[in-house]
């Protein structure tokens, strides 16, 4: 069975760091691409930022360009996020989501992939 774990959430001073991992099982990130989302209350689902396990290549959205980072350790099959400089408009539950072998061209792609359950970030001022 796919399944994903987040985990690293927590709370965190405005201009902080964290560190999410989503740690997979049932499938290899060699095959799978994963996508970071983080849905605030009231707000819609966001696309974060993006892994592609076609050619390793990277997304994110503007809003954290230049903040936050994904990689990947596939010999643990665990990607991460790390999240520096963090906002308190960073707060929001974040999840992972796994599609096979897709390109990070859109993030609209991965509604037809595999979720975590999320892990919360607050983002305190």
């Known amino acids: 069975e796919v399944q994903l774990v987040e985990s690293g959430g927590g709370l965190v001073q405005a201009g902080g760091s964290l560190r999410l991992s989503c740690a997979a099982s049932?499938?290899?990130?060699?095959?799978?691409?994963i996508a970071w989302f983080r849905q605030a209350p009231g707000k819609e689902r966001e696309g974060v930022s993006c892994?592609?396990?076609?050619?390793?290549?990277?997304k994110y959205a503007d809003s954290v360009k230049g903040r936050f980072t994904i990689s990947s350790d596939n010999a643990k099959n665990t990607v991460y996020l790390q999240m520096n400089s963090l906002k308190p408009e960073d707060t929001a539950v974040y999840y992972c989501?796994?599609?096979?072998?897709?390109?990070?061209?859109?993030?609209?792609?991965?509604?037809?992939?595999?979720w975590g359950q999320g892990t919360q970030v607050t983002v305190s001022s």
């Open positions: 989501a796994a599609g096979a072998h897709y390109y990070c061209s859109a993030y609209g792609l991965f509604k037809r992939g595999s």
């Open positions: 892994l592609s396990s076609v050619d390793g290549s990277t």
């Open positions: 049932g499938f290899s990130l060699d095959d799978y691409s």
